[in-house]
């Protein structure tokens, strides 16, 4: 069992118990007692609290984006009545929540997916798909769900995953690592993965290390206050243990896309002596995702808990290349993707000087 996925246990107990804890609330006494009624003042508070109390980025979010959790209540509440319709009460609270610009905030009602996916759409996009598929070509191995490689003709694998949703088997990674076997290097292309499992992240990267590497390191909320955190614990990626592993060097093509379980793949292979990361900085969403229920049954997703790097920064906003690069226009006008460019040209140069 790897370590994210005991805490994502930790963390459901740690909920649990945070459940029990009194809601805490500055207003007067009148307007407690409305707060979970099923009414637009009810669902309101409901949501704001279950925010305040259980939202592990707080702080962050106050440092670098100015939010200020109290004066969003305040601001938002004035738009708040009791013949407000359905319709309107959702997009105000989805507006109040996405002032947080977290793509695991959302919340969910039968006609609609609030969501703020600024993380990924205030960028240039550093992709193209139809320039990908023309690197693929059309003879290119498909790994599993998602998985795609080949051989490029100057030596060098290229390797897409296309989404952490699924699993790639050990005797597939095997199969992929005989196939490269002659290579120079290996390009792995993530851009525009938006996640999935974090295990099936972790699973892939344990497969380019011969050492276990401290990769990261998480805490879990303890109480419902902003700042109500236990202590950091570690996540070390072990070896791969009787599977084919990749010691030779790897460029990791990245890009805002790039978000939750790509972003902790992208951190976790940055962590390896082996790997450089190529491109833009990832997209983000560095905390653990739960989900909460209002009075009238709309769902609440939110991250619960914070995930640091190996030097033990966060990496909600993201994870930056070695190499930062951009899409040439240039370059796509010809048929060529500047990234996928840039990494051959670095590991060539590599072979010449080691």
């Known amino acids: 069992m790897s370590r994210r996925y005991l805490l994502h246990i930790v963390c459901v107990v740690a909920a649990f118990f945070l459940m029990l804890f009194p809601l805490s609330c500055s207003w007067n006494q009148e307007q407690k007692d409305q707060e979970f009624s099923n009414t637009p003042y009810g669902n309101f508070m409901a949501l704001w609290t279950i925010m305040d109390e259980r939202y592990c980025f707080f702080d962050l979010k106050q440092e670098k984006l100015g939010v200020d959790w109290n004066e969003v209540r305040d601001r938002y509440a ?5 013949n407000i319709s359905d319709r309107a009460l959702f997009e105000v609270l989805c507006k109040m929540i996405g002032e947080l610009r977290d ?3 959302n919340l969910t009602s039968s006609y609609d997916y609030g969501r703020n996916w600024s993380w990924k759409t205030d960028y240039p996009a550093n992709y193209s798909r139809d320039l990908r598929e023309k690197y693929l070509g059309k003879n290119y191995i498909i790994g599993g769900n998602g998985y795609y ?3 490029l003709d100057d030596n060098i694998g290229y390797l897409v995953v296309e989404s952490f949703e699924s699993f790639i088997s050990s005797g597939r990674i095997n199969v992929m690592f005989n196939n490269m076997s002659l290579c120079n290097g290996l390009i792995i292309d993530i851009r525009d993965n938006g996640g999935g499992d974090l295990r099936a992240a972790e699973f892939l990267a344990s497969h380019f290390t011969e050492k276990t590497v401290t990769v990261s ?8 206050g902003h700042n109500d955190f236990s202590r950091l614990y570690s996540n070390e990626l072990s070896p791969a243990s009787e599977d084919l592993r990749w010691i030779k060097p ?7 896309g790039c978000f939750s379980s790509a ?3 992208a951190f976790t292979m940055k962590a390896l002596d082996n790997v450089t990361l190529l491109g833009d900085t990832t997209g983000g969403g560095g905390g653990l995702p739960m989900s909460s229920e209002l009075p009238n049954g709309w769902v609440v997703r939110f991250s619960s808990a914070p995930t640091f790097d190996a030097d033990t920064c966060h990496v909600e906003f993201g994870v930056a290349p070695d190499i930062r690069t951009d899409m040439k226009d240039e370059d ?11 990494a051959r040209k670095f590991i060539n140069d590599k072979l010449v000087n080691p």
């Open 250 to 256: 790897v460029v990791l093509l990245t890009n805002r």
């Open 217 to 224: 390191y998480y805490c879990y909320k303890s109480g419902p």
């Open 149 to 151: 490689h080949r051989i």
């Open 263 to 265: 972003n902790d793949f």
């Open 103 to 105: 793509g695991h905030v």
């Open 332 to 342: 796509i006008l010809s048929g060529k993707d500047t990234y996928i460019e840039e």
């Open 78 to 82: 004035a738009s708040i009545s009791d």
